[in-house]
């Protein structure tokens, strides 16, 4: 089966004002994803932004931000899920987010099924 790459990186600064503007949060993200950014709000959302930029990247099919979610596992690794089922039967997506003090960026490697 066929791979895909995308990449993206999103200023953490950006998401600091961001993270007040709940139409914005409530198109891009899912009530887990907000729950489980709260420590660390900013860093935290720009990684799953820049993941989830990533993702729509490697597939050829216009999906909102909110149904593609972003979550860690049990051993703190990002995990993708396609919240819309005939995406989630097409591909299959692994990505890695990592994030200096001003930036965050994630790759995505998406396999096509």
């Known amino acids: 089966m066929p791979f895909r790459i995308g990449i993206d990186l999103v200023e953490i600064k950006r998401f600091k004002d961001i993270a007040k503007k709940t139409r914005f949060l409530e198109n891009n993200f899912t009530e887990k994803e907000l729950k489980d950014c709260e420590k660390k709000q900013a860093e935290s959302l ?60 994630a790759i995505c490697l998406t396999e096509i099924l």
Do not use: C, M, W
């Open 46 to 105: 720009a990684g799953r932004f820049a993941a989830k930029e990533a993702v729509r990247k490697t597939i050829s099919e216009n999906i909102a931000f909110n149904r593609v979610e972003i979550f860690n596992k049990k051993n703190g690794a990002p995990q993708v899920n396609f919240l819309d089922k005939n995406i989630k039967k097409k591909y299959k997506s692994e990505i890695s987010i990592t994030h200096t003090k001003h930036l965050s960026q």
